[in-house]
Nanobody
Framework: VQLQASGGGSVQAGGSLRLSCAAS????????MGWFRQAPGKEREFVAA????????YYGDSVKGRFTISRDNARNSVFLQMNSLKPEDTAVYYC???????????????????WGQGTQVTVSS
């Protein structure tokens, strides 16, 4: 299984970025997908998650109203549109895949079976 995240970069506060995560080696429609982030010296933080059908979507409180998660099952991909970026959004962003059978919360790292390598997002003030 591979999860390849891309789209990170450097942007000024107020700007936007769109992250992509391409999945391979798994039946994508049988997984719920999530995004987490980790800043230096901090724990990995839940950002957003989406069900296999996109019918259920969840956001962390710090990104609600600014970030949008979506997925395209035909392309085995999940996306994170990030608008109104703030310096505190600076982190490495990871995509992750959770089995439909998992009973763990999608807001917890424990709920995910596979992780991507991460992509750096830097927001300057």
């Amino acid at each position: 299984v591979q999860l390849q995240a891309s789209g990170g970069g450097s942007v000024q506060a107020g700007g936007s970025l769109r992250l992509s995560c391409a999945a391979s080696g798994l039946t994508f429609s049988q997984f719920r997908m999530g995004w987490f982030r980790q800043a230096p010296g901090k724990e990995r933080e839940f950002v957003a998650a989406i069900s296999w059908s996109s019918s259920s979507i969840y956001y962390g409180d710090s990104v609600k109203g600014r970030f949008t998660i979506s997925r395209d099952n035909a392309r085995n991909s999940v996306f994170l549109q990030m608008n109104s970026l703030k310096p505190e959004d600076t982190a490495v962003y990871y995509c992750a895949a959770a089995r439909l059978s998992s009973t763990q919360s999608l807001r917890s790292t424990n709920g995910y079976s596979y992780w991507g390598q991460g992509t750096q997002v830097t927001v300057s003030s």
